[in-house]
């Protein structure tokens, strides 16, 4: 196997629901971050050989193969191909390690990997359900072999198996929300201060008026957050204490990395980011869904051979805040390393985007503090997760 980098990394705004993202064709989002991480180094769009796209909600207009179209709407030419793959919240990270793969067999030189999720357009779960064309039902994906599965425990939904793994772990609505607050500080602290600047690329899109705007900061960061307004908020989701103070808002954004191999970095003469270290991904148990990241980081640091104390940075998505909270009791993890810059309950979560987003700012944070690695790891409905480690060259 050779060594793959990542030459070029970036991504919009998240956009909150509704907010400035919401008249975006996905497409052209996603061609928006394509046509950037080629721009940013320079390369000739006709080298990529490949874009492996993760989109959890393909219908409508993320539907049919939602790569194949960012590339219609991107500058890359007609012969470069797309896939779009879907590992629920985990799918760009899965973009990426399938990037990784293809490039480190030396079957491709040059992939983008991206995510892009307009979930303003397609909301949870619009992807199942529906009436085929003759009036029938079309059918749930959770057949009776699911059930089976569940072994006699409950089918949850996501905010369910959070509050489940927080009383599992010993873990308060107090401690989710004073990790709430410090995910809006942490955030906001990053954007007033710039940290994002070199990642974020300035978008257009409407206010509220519907004038057109250029955003070049995250909308969903809440500065005027606090203990006492997060107390406040009532439980949603059918569970007794998970607020959306303590839950990753729905989300607009799309991100993309550029992926080479050693050889191909050689030739054009790139300086890369990173280098890819280890991948692993892991399935576990159906009923607590969520507990994937506890799995998937030990898998991948045994990969590289690194222990925990190893690494410098952690991004393990905040999809609600007992999901990072349990993974860094259950590892003794350092929690000054862990989000630093803010995570999902602040940044947001559009699904098939976060893998590649919490990269993409990995990877600049990175770079920022002139650290060596970073571990980045996302829990997925369907109970998977996967983890790659990034390491700075
Ligand atoms: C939890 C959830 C149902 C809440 O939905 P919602 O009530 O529409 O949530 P919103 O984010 O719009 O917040 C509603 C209100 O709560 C309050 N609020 C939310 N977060 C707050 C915070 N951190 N501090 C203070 N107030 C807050 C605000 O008043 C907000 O209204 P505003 O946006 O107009 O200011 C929804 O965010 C959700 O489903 N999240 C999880 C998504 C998910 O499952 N993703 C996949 C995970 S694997």
Redesign the pocket.
């Known amino acids: 196997m050779r060594d793959v980098f990542v030459v070029s990394a970036a991504r919009t705004p998240v956009g909150k629901?509704n907010g400035y993202l919401r008249e975006w064709v996905p497409a052209e989002l996603l061609g928006h971050v394509l046509d950037e991480v080629v721009d940013r180094v320079d390369v000739d769009p006709a080298l990529v050989e490949d874009v492996i796209n993760g989109t959890v909600y393909q219908v409508g207009e993320q539907g049919f193969t939602l790569a194949r179209m960012g590339i219609f709407a991107s500058k890359l030419p007609n012969d470069v191909p797309g896939t779009s793959i879907n590992r629920q919240?985990g799918s760009s990270l899965t973009a990426i390690q399938m990037a990784y793969g293809m490039i480190a067999s030396e079957t491709q030189d040059v992939i983008i990997a991206s995510g892009c999720e307009i979930m303003s357009k397609y909301p949870?779960g619009s992807d199942m359900g529906g009436t085929l064309p003759d009036g029938r039902p079309q059918g749930q994906a959770f057949g009776e072999f699911y059930f089976k599965r569940l072994a006699g425990g409950a089918m949850y939904n996501?905010?369910q198996a959070a509050q489940a793994i927080g009383e599992k772990w010993g873990i308060s609505r107090l401690d989710c929300e004073e990790f709430?607050l410090a995910s809006?500080t942490n955030a906001h602290n990053a954007t007033v201060n710039g940290y994002f600047k070199e990642e974020i690329l300035p978008t257009k899109g409407l206010d509220k008026e519907g004038n057109e705007i250029t955003m070049d900061a995250d909308e969903t960061i809440?500065p005027e957050?606090s203990l006492e307004?997060?107390a406040a908020?009532n439980p949603?989701?059918g569970t007794e204490w998970?607020?959306?103070?303590i839950?990753?808002?729905?989300t607009d954004g799309s991100s993309a990395v550029l992926l080479m191999s050693e050889e191909k970095v050689k030739e054009l003469n790139l300086t890369p980011l990173v280098r890819i270290k280890a991948n692993a991904v892991v399935g576990c148990d159906p009923v607590l869904m969520?507990t994937g990241p506890i799995y998937a980081t030990p898998k991948a640091l045994d990969k590289a051979n690194l222990t925990i104390d190893d690494i410098d940075l952690f991004e393990v998505n905040e999809?609600?805040a007992p999901i990072p909270l349990a993974w860094a009791k259950e590892l003794n993890a350092p929690m000054d390393k862990l989000n630093v810059n803010g995570g999902a309950?602040a940044l947001g979560?559009p699904?098939g985007n976060s893998g590649s987003r919490l990269t993409v700012t990995a990877i600049h944070e990175l770079i920022r503090r002139e650290a060596k690695y970073a571990l980045v790891t996302l829990?997925?409905?369907g109970a998977m997760a996967p983890a790659t480690i990034f390491e700075r060259v």
């Open positions: 629901r919240c949870i996501q905010g709430a809006h809440r957050t307004k997060l908020l949603a989701l998970i607020t959306a103070g839950s990753s808002p729905v969520l999809a609600f309950m979560h699904v829990c997925t409905g």
